[in-house]
């Protein structure tokens, strides 16, 4: 086996079992992995210097095709309500193939880290079979030092070949697709996808399930703080704005995806951002819109002008799914740490495309444990086959697919947290306002910015509130550079009796959600529920 790269380890790879394969290239830079993937075919460089891929079938995560080993270590652990489960037997039958497959392969190998908290950190191998998704874990994990790669030791390993298809007969899996953790012995096997955001969520799972016992909370959410260091969490599921949001040119950036609340504060798990790029503009969102415009930059799907050789964002004829991958170092404000205090505010974001959501409220510790055990946002029409009115998503935790611990467990960690360290708590909606998708308009960020930084700065507490009478949490009434009306979703509606009957089936959607944790909160949160407790404005 040939090997090459800084510090490579061939005795690794051999216990691994990969001592049989063609040529392992170790811990290859940027540049490299760029020469690399052209050559290979696997990806083209465009005007500035981004470099672009495809990853076929798979444009998106596979939830349905990702499962746990059951075993002694996860029986009793695992909510395996929300997570499949492989027996040990197809796993290691599923392992010995791609091994046996990867034999003749050239691969690229990386050596990172996932958490910046080096007290809760996990050392994670990658081997893949494509130089760009090399490239791409490079950016998304954490880099270590050439001193510290001299003696890195493994703690974790993925396997990453999107060439092989799996056997659904012979390997326990749902289709020729699978994502297979094994979380006793801490291996993930990837294989038929390409889609290249499989390898940074199995890091982001594993987390979830390792970290809570030793009361650390993980958490799907982008993170900031401000210069004199108060920090806030952003949650929110895909198309939210965790990311648009958080990157915010007068606060320093700590992460846009994956972060960790430990006794010492917030750290980011990961050492990048991974982006949505369609309908990417320089004007909405200058900090990503720069990133992703230069070398070394990956992006995902996106369509380019054959003559102009640059990125068409708003094109989503590949995919509305389109994404850019770029290191936290690009962005000039981005923490080189990784590392904040304890939050001083938490943001839960929803992409209410119903219409009938404030665009802030304040909440209180109750309020704020039903809406993060909920995870709601909407889903809206023409992004998803059949989908032609807006449609209700609830994931628990705002990450329902990374979560492999009940949501019970997150919720009392993160109830502990906010009461511990007095954190402010709002929700904030970044989806329809005057309507529905179809009638009414998008919240303009102008808006939403405003509002974050009343509630980020601390004057937004001083504000007037009111109660809504559908949700029961604290509206503001008057903030200064907010139009009046807009606060107030009732007044944006022209038929008011389209907006009540709106939002009372929202009300009645949070209510059947809930009913599966109700067994798992104190009496005090189960009341935090939405219902119309007062007559309609």
Request: glycine content about 8%; some cysteine; hydrophobic content about 40%.
């Amino acid at each position: 086996m040939k090997q090459t790269g800084i510090f490579n380890s061939a005795a690794g790879a051999a216990e691994f079992g990969l001592g049989k394969a063609s040529s392992i290239q170790w811990n290859l830079t940027e540049a490299p992995l760029y020469e690399a993937a052209i050559a290979r075919g696997e990806a083209q460089v465009v005007a500035g210097g981004p470099l672009v891929a495809e990853t076929g079938q798979h444009t998106g995560r596979s939830p349905k095709d990702k499962f746990i080993v059951r075993d002694d270590t996860t029986d009793q652990s695992i909510w395996w309500d929300n997570n499949a489960e492989m027996s040990r037997q197809h796993f290691d039958t599923l392992h010995a193939d791609m091994l046996a497959f990867a034999a003749d392969k050239d691969l690229f190998a990386q050596d990172l880290y996932g958490g910046a908290d080096p007290k809760y950190r996990i050392n994670v191998r990658v081997y893949v079979e494509k130089a760009w998704h090399a490239l791409f874990i490079r950016h998304l994990l954490r880099r270590p030092s050439r001193e510290e790669l001299a003696s890195f030791v493994p703690q974790m390993t993925i396997l990453d070949l999107p060439s092989f298809k799996a056997d659904p007969k012979r390997h326990g899996t749902r289709s020729e697709t699978v994502i297979a953790c094994d979380f006793t012995r801490k291996i993930v096997l990837i294989a038929n996808s390409a889609y290249a955001g499989e390898m940074k969520k199995s890091v982001f799972s594993l987390l979830n399930f390792l970290l809570p016992p030793q009361g650390v909370m993980p958490m799907h959410c982008s993170a900031n703080t401000s210069t004199e260091g108060s920090a806030a969490v952003f949650f929110g599921l895909s198309g939210t704005g965790k990311t648009t949001l958080s990157s915010d040119a007068s606060r320093i950036l700590i992460g846009d995806d994956e972060h960790g609340w430990g006794q010492d504060g917030i750290f980011n798990f990961e050492g990048g951002c991974y982006a949505k790029m369609i309908r990417l503009s320089k004007e909405a969102e200058p900090e990503i819109y720069e990133a992703v415009s230069h070398f070394p930059a990956v992006l995902e799907n996106v369509v380019i002008d054959p003559d102009t050789r640059r990125p068409l964002f708003d094109d989503g004829s590949k995919t509305e799914n389109t994404r850019g991958a770029y290191p936290m170092h690009v962005i000039p404000n981005a923490s080189e740490t990784g590392l904040a205090g304890h939050p001083r505010n938490i943001i839960m974001l929803t992409a209410d495309a119903f219409g009938v959501m404030p665009p802030i409220a304040k909440l209180n510790p109750a309020q704020a444990m039903y809406h993060f055990l909920s995870g709601y946002t909407a889903k809206v029409a023409g992004t998803e086959r059949g989908v032609s009115d807006p449609t209700a998503t609830f994931s628990t935790c705002f990450g329902a697919p990374f979560m492999p611990r009940h949501p019970s467990v997150y919720g009392a960690l993160l109830k502990e947290l906010i009461a511990k360290h007095q954190v402010d708590c709002w929700i904030v909606n970044t989806g329809w306002t005057g309507g529905s998708f179809g009638v009414g308009r998008r919240m303009p960020i102008q808006v939403t910015r405003a509002l974050l930084n009343a509630a980020l700065n601390g004057t937004l507490k001083s504000a007037s509130f009111r109660t809504d009478p559908y949700f029961g949490f604290q509206v503001p009434t008057d903030v200064p550079g907010v139009p009046v009306h807009i606060l107030n979703p009732f007044k944006t509606w022209a038929d008011k009796a389209a907006f009540d009957a709106t939002a009372r089936k929202l009300v009645a959607m949070f209510q059947e959600n809930f009913t599966k944790f109700e067994a798992h909160v104190d009496r005090e949160v189960a009341l935090a529920a939405p219902s119309i407790r007062l007559a309609a404005e």
